[in-house]
């Protein structure tokens, strides 16, 4: 009688070993996930050297100091991105520039803001977004496209006069469909070039005084454009465009010669037109603009607002050998008026043909190689009429991370 109890305790401690070992773990709490884990890192970097078979080395132009007498090797831009979606609505971009050359500096190389901003969704497909910050503004193709991308060297005198630095702060706002949105980025992350998505849409409203500049009057800009990236049975992709802007630019002290060049605000405003042809393989880009802005008059020695006008052309060819990509092009370009982010609103008239290669052997290198023919005049306080023919041979190395 005394072993049962003791048996059936065997029993019952047995069977609960058997129901512990049975029995599964929970499973582990997965981290919490931070925004910054969400963060990603990319850049590129760009050395060129532009003095071969150099025919004036007085001719020089504001878009690369190493152009002309006393050039050398260059770094031209050192950039790095951090972007991405910290929330499902909220999408971050700030970039940086290690190889920056302040305006009116002789040193070079130094770190200056070009992007900080962000996209606030406002619907849950991300076709209706706010921008706000410091970011391209929506005027001209070449102007909203990454240098990274860029075939030719430097951007065309006729649309980025509009727009040194291609930037400015204030409030965007995109419209564009889902799959087109998703179309815009195929095409900038692709071989084909592309701008990047400033939606099919854009309305905006900034400053007015170009990148990193205090805003210097009580009187905003406003820019509209309006693009559609038409795709076609065969593959081919073509985009044609309408942009234009309104406000007062100041022409403030520090962009005077002499004290006896007066300043002031001056209205600036333009309308350009864009067509772009995808390299598929042939590829073909033009846009041309007209308007007024502030401009250097050498009669009277004053700065005055009058009308402007130029554009350019260019054409390409994409094809591919084993790994290596290629790409050769032409481009000419015209524009006659004035430059307001320069000395005294300097007066730019530009005839200008560049001749190039671009050989990508490795997704992460780029050699570009351009030939250029240019006739440059300026008129400002100082040299009330330099101008400048002749040409030479550039070099850029690209690195991509």
Known sequence: M???????????????????????????????????DKISLRGYVQIRYNRLLETNPQLKTEYDKSVGDKGGFLIRRARMVFSGNVHERVYIYIQPDFASTPSGSSAIHFVQLRDAYFDLSLDKQKEFRLRVGQSKVPYGFENMQSSQNRLTLDRNDALNSALPNERDLGVMFYWAPDHIRKRFSELANGRMKGSGDYGVFGLGIYNGQTA???????????????????????????????????????VTSDQLSSSAIKGGDFRDERVAASLVVYPQPFGFQAEYNVGRGPEFDPATKT????????????????????????????????????????????YNKVYETEIGLEWQPLANFELATQYTISDRTTKDARALNNRQHGRFLRLQAQFNF
């Open 212 to 250: 990193n500049r205090q805003e210097a009057n009580n009187n905003q800009h406003i820019v509209a454009r309006l693009a559609y990236p038409f795709a076609f049975k065969n593959g081919q992709i073509v985009e044609p465009g309408i942009q234009a802007y309104t406000g007062l630019y100041t």
């Open 2 to 36: 005394l072993s049962a109890p003791t048996a059936q305790a065997q029993v019952t401690t047995t069977s609960a070993q058997d129901s512990v070992i049975a029995q599964p773990k929970a499973p582990e709490a997965a981290p919490k996930a931070h925004w910054y």
């Open 303 to 346: 700065i005055q607002t009058k009308s402007l006008t130029g554009g350019y052309a260019q054409a390409m060819y994409a094809f591919s050998i084993g790994d290596h990509n290629f790409i050769p092009f032409l481009k000419a370009q015209f524009y006659e008026g004035g430059k307001k982010a320069e000395t005294d609103a300097r």
